[in-house]
């Protein structure tokens, strides 16, 4: 959707059908079934915070109803939109399922949530929530393995949850959502939430491949500014074959090479985005990518927005 600075989108006293359309159309395409206006009490307010889109969404049904929004496959091939989104109940109880992981949650809890997938989203009778909407590569160039920790629980009782929950209801009061301290903000607000899932929800005992992986990955993070970075090249680095890096990267579902380049392309989208260089050159050399017009065409078929458009 377009997103204003600062709106309210939805006001206690609007019908659900004016929630359907904001909810189901402008956020992202999904589905629910309809509730009786004369019981149905909702509100959505909505503005940017540097990078990010935050949004506070309460609602109020019969008791023995509960608002259920899908998104089916055909949802996602349809719109192309790719956030995540960081959830932090306030009041009453919200589940979220996503990719066979089913997360139930009440007041301090996190979850979070990509959009890229099919999902449903049930809202107890009176539930509150503040969403952050986050671009895909600004959270996957700080935590490449995002998308296998939706749909799990960070409970209240966590400190380090806590100190992440604390600080997006922080964001939400600030006045100024724009400028270059907001930028900054909430580039370590992108932190903090990275930190939180990735100490929360990643396994600290993992297997020996998973192990041999994690390092690979940690190599080519390390060695996103060198253009001559290549298959053999970080095979060699680890002692294995080519064929043997290929497999390690089966279970992602890609290759290292592919890997590399998603890593790279996320990269310069963060710091274009939070305006760590002047120039568009700078990033992509910055990246490893040696010619500036092959970049701006990955980046644009990756992103739909040029990196001039995204550096704004």
């Known amino acids: 959707m377009q997103v204003p600075s600062r709106a309210v989108l939805v006001e206690p006293g609007d019908s ?20 009786a206006n004369e019981e149905f009490q909702a509100s959505i307010s909505i503005r940017n915070f540097g990078s990010l889109v935050i949004n506070d969404i309460w609602s109020s049904t019969p008791a023995v109803e509960r608002i259920r929004v899908i998104r089916s496959p055909s949802d996602v091939r349809r719109d192309p939109r790719d ?10 109880e919200v589940t979220f399922t996503q990719s066979g992981r089913e997360a139930h ?3 301090g809890d996190l979850v979070l949530h990509d959009q890229s ?6 809202f107890a009778p ?5 969403m952050v909407s986050i671009p895909r590569p600004l959270l996957v160039s700080r935590l490449p393995d995002a998308h296998r920790l939706t749909a799990r629980r960070i409970g209240c009782e966590s400190k380090v949850g806590a100190l992440a929950g604390s ?3 922080q964001l939400a009061r600030l006045d100024d959502g724009t400028g270059p301290a907001a930028i900054r903000l909430g580039a370590s607000a992108l932190d903090i939430f990275a930190t939180t899932l990735e100490s929360e929800l990643t396994d600290n005992a993992p297997g020996h491949g998973h192990e041999r992986l994690a390092r690979v990955k940690s190599y080519i ?3 996103l500014h060198d253009s001559e970075l290549d298959l053999d090249t970080i095979a060699k680095a680890h002692n294995m074959a080519p064929r043997t890096l290929n497999r390690l990267f089966v279970g992602e ?4 090479i592919r890997w590399l380049w998603q890593q790279r392309l996320a990269g310069s989208y963060t710091a274009l985005a939070e305006r760590r260089f002047n120039h568009v050159t700078d990033v992509a050399l910055s990246f490893g990518f040696s010619d500036v017009s092959h970049f701006s065409r990955a980046f644009k078929a990756a992103f739909g927005q040029s990196p001039h458009q995204v550096m704004g």
């Open 83 to 92: 956030y995540f989104m960081l959830w932090l109940t306030l009041r009453g």
């Open 117 to 122: 997938q099919p999902f449903t989203l049930e």
């Open 167 to 169: 600080f997006i209801r």
């Open 221 to 223: 993070l390390a060695n």
């Open 16 to 35: 659900f059908d004016r929630w359907h359309h904001v909810t189901c159309r402008e956020f992202s395409l999904t589905e629910c079934r309809p509730v």
């Open 105 to 107: 949650m009440r007041r």
């Open 253 to 256: 579902g890609t290759t290292p």
């Open 126 to 130: 009176r539930a509150r929530s503040i």
